[in-house]
């Protein structure tokens, strides 16, 4: 393990992964996956260590991913408030650790464990212990997030992450992409779900590998097909085939967010392609799809990863 000499950096202190040619950068703030490479080759399109992570980049999402429109929902009886930090279109988004500092608990070359307390706060008043393992091995790279309530009362928990993945193409547009989901969900102007369709006989069928072509892509997909392992696996290839990199989900990650970049600003924009694991869909909190309630000292761990060039991924 490995501190770069960055003490002053905003997504904090700076922890280096190496295993053979695999290199990963994971960040003390927020508990970010700010960089991933293979073979010298980026597998993640992160951002430098000078930067606060834009469009969240790497962010993990707790304790829950996406949107909740207005920030109000119902939970125990009770209306909760969250802060609206996505102002212009009235959302809360993507959790409440982003931006908090994680304490590092252990340190290896190709491991690393940080934990965050989430206490009671206006909008979530509950308490968590949040866990996160990041572990490099010859299969590429897995992320285990636990959460233990640790309040006196049951509350709600949904996670996320946000990397954004490359095969080197200049855009998205000639990247051949997987997505193994029967169905997509299509949300308004304002990230909010509308309705949900089959991908059978539209242009958000990715069941069969294809060029993404000029489709925006800013969708939630989930009925994911599973391989026998019970892993589902999405997968980017470069257009001649020789490049690629896969995102593995467990079966506590019913949902994907697929985001081209088209919203971005450049040179940011159609660069790269955000694979989102989600245990729950947008704006789940208000309706309740997806939500994992937690008693009182239960916990509830998810795992996903990323293997570069295709290489077998672990369960």
């Given amino acids: 393990m490995a501190l770069e000499a960055r003490p002053l950096a905003p997504s904090g202190t700076q922890i280096e992964l190496t295993c053979g040619d695999q ?12 960089a991933y490479s293979a073979g010298g080759r980026d597998v993640v399109d992160g951002f430098e260590a000078d930067r606060m992570s834009p469009a969240g980049r790497g962010q993990l999402l707790i304790p ?13 009886g009770r209306t909760h408030q969250l802060a609206l930090n996505e102002p212009e279109a009235g959302n809360a988004i993507h959790g409440l650790t982003r931006w908090a500092e994680w304490m590092l608990v252990r340190a290896e070359p190709q491991d690393v464990v940080l934990e965050h307390l989430l206490h009671p706060q206006p909008g979530y008043p509950y308490s968590l212990a949040l866990r996160v ?49 029967r169905t997509v969900i299509h949300s308004d102007a304002h990230g909010i779900p509308t309705g949900s369709e089959p991908v059978a006989g539209t242009a958000y069928d990715f069941r069969r590998p294809r060029p993404i072509g000029p489709v925006r892509l800013d969708n939630a ?7 026998a392992d019970g892993i589902a696996r999405v997968e980017l290839r470069d257009p001649d085939g020789r490049t690629s990199v896969v995102l593995w989900v467990d079966a506590s990650h019913p949902y994907l967010m697929v985001f081209s970049g088209d919203t971005l600003p450049q040179p940011e924009r159609r660069r790269s392609l955000a694979v989102e694991p989600m245990t729950c869909p947008p704006d789940a909190f208000r309706t309740g799809e997806g939500v994992v309630e937690l008693d009182p000292g239960e916990s509830f761990t998810s795992r996903w990863g990323i293997a570069p060039g295709g ?3 672990r369960a």
């Fill in 133 to 181: 393992e990041y572990a490099l091995d010859a299969a590429g790279l897995a992320v285990s997030v636990k959460a233990t309530n640790v309040g006196a009362d049951p509350c709600p928990y949904g996670s996320g992450a946000h990397p954004y993945l490359t095969v080197g193409t200049t855009t998205v547009d000639t990247t051949v992409l997987h997505v193994p989901a």
């Fill in 221 to 227: 997909f989930t009925d994911l097909e599973r391989d």
């Fill in 311 to 313: 290489i077998e991924q």
């Fill in 23 to 34: 290199r990963a950068v994971v960040t003390l703030v927020g508990a970010g996956l700010r």
């Fill in 64 to 76: 829950f991913p996406n949107r909740v429109q207005g920030g109000r929902y119902d939970f125990g």
